[in-house]
Nanobody, 124 residues
């Protein structure tokens, strides 16, 4: 059973920083894209940043220059989101996601997995 577990959320003042972590565990053959989404109250879930297996990254315009996504250099099963210059509008539940190739019985399957979410609150 594959799981994604996030950590690092919390309460911070505007202008502050937080670092989110997400570790994938279970029977994992390989991980392609990993990323972060967020969902604020009453709003749809939106993409924050993604990083592909080759290291290519994409960011939402609203976080470019402030957030940095990266992956663990060794295990490659952990993704981080360094968030600097935080604004009140960054307040949301942040979700980790990953495209993971796993094994079920004799069959390899590629699925999207999601973490449980971690709350980030930025006070003004």
């Amino acid at each position: 059973q594959v799981q994604l577990v996030e950590s690092g959320g919390g309460l911070v003042q505007a202008g502050g920083s937080l670092r989110l972590s997400c570790e994938a565990s279970g029977i994992i053959l390989s991980i392609n894209t990993m990323g972060w989404y967020r969902q604020a109250p009453g709003q749809q879930r939106e993409l924050v940043a993604v990083i592909r297996a080759g290291g290519i990254t994409n960011y939402a315009d609203s976080v470019k220059g402030r957030f940095t996504i990266s992956r663990d250099n060794n295990a490659k099963n952990t993704v981080y989101l360094q968030m600097n210059s935080l604004k009140p509008e960054d307040t949301a539940v942040y979700y980790c996601t990953a495209d993971i190739l796993t094994v079920t019985g004799w069959r390899q399957t590629l699925n999207d997995y999601w973490g449980q979410g971690t709350q980030v609150t930025v006070s003004s």
